[in-house]
């Protein structure tokens, strides 16, 4: 088994960019695919990046996604930050003998 | 639209059952994965169970395996939950999700409190 490790908060002023990382414990990380949920307080989650650095339709170019092998990482990154971005971000993987990890979560406060 | 709509989440002692369902519309239920997906108070989200279209083959979390039972009924478009033995560990937010290689939508969650 596997895990995926976010950093517990974020935070950064509007307009700003900002990068969450999910570094992924054993495994490649571009072994399988990455997707990031974004959950508003309150709210169910949602799919911001999907198959790496795949957005829903709806979702702003302001958000993409990444991964980095050499630090077996995945990354959101959000641009031009406003305050409706305020909310938790969920990485998520799988592999053929774990299905369906989740990273712990990040915290991104927009101040 | 694409719509889950996830109930029978209430209030159980420790040792007690409940069974959730959910409540596909919008899409054609029989030909989608699903999943149950669960959220402690204020921590994060925890995959509990899948299930694929035809219902044959399911996994489930260590954490939950030989409790809890994922089953789908294709006529009716719903899939179900059934928790048994429930820990005080089981309090959470169970929500269901469609599985497109990634767990888009997701219904709204239901509440299952394990207290005594």
């Known amino acids: 088994n596997f895990m995926l490790t976010q950093p517990h908060s974020v935070s950064e002023s509007p307009g700003k960019t900002v990068t969450i990382s999910c570094t992924r414990s054993?495994?490649?990380?571009?072994?399988?695919?990455v997707q990031w949920y974004q959950q508003r307080p309150g709210s169910s989650p949602t799919t911001v990046i999907y198959e790496d650095n795949q957005r829903p339709s709806g979702v702003p170019d302001r958000f993409s996604g990444s991964i980095d092998s050499s630090s077996n990482s995945a990354s959101l990154t959000i641009s031009g930050l406003k305050t409706e971005d305020e909310a938790d971000y969920y990485c998520q993987s799988y592999d053929s003998s774990t299905p369906w990890v989740f990273g712990g979560g990040t915290k991104l406060t927009v101040l | 639209q694409v719509q889950l709509v996830e109930s029978g989440g209430g209030l159980v002692k420790p040792g007690g059952s409940l069974r959730l369902s959910c409540a596909a519309s919008?899409?054609?239920?029989?030909?989608?994965?699903m999943s149950w997906i669960r959220q402690a108070p204020g921590k994060g989200l925890e995959w509990v169970s899948y299930i694929s279209s035809s219902g044959s083959t399911i996994y489930y979390a260590d954490s939950v395996k030989g409790r809890f039972t994922i089953s789908r009924d294709n006529a009716k478009n719903s899939l179900y939950l059934q928790m048994n033995s429930l820990r005080a560990e089981d309090t959470a937010v169970y929500y269901c999700a469609r599985d497109v290689g990634r767990f888009d939508p997701w219904g709204q969650g239901t509440l299952v409190t394990v207290s005594s």
């Open positions: 919008g899409f054609t239920f029989s030909d989608y994965y």
């Open positions: 054993s495994g490649s990380i571009a072994s399988n695919y």
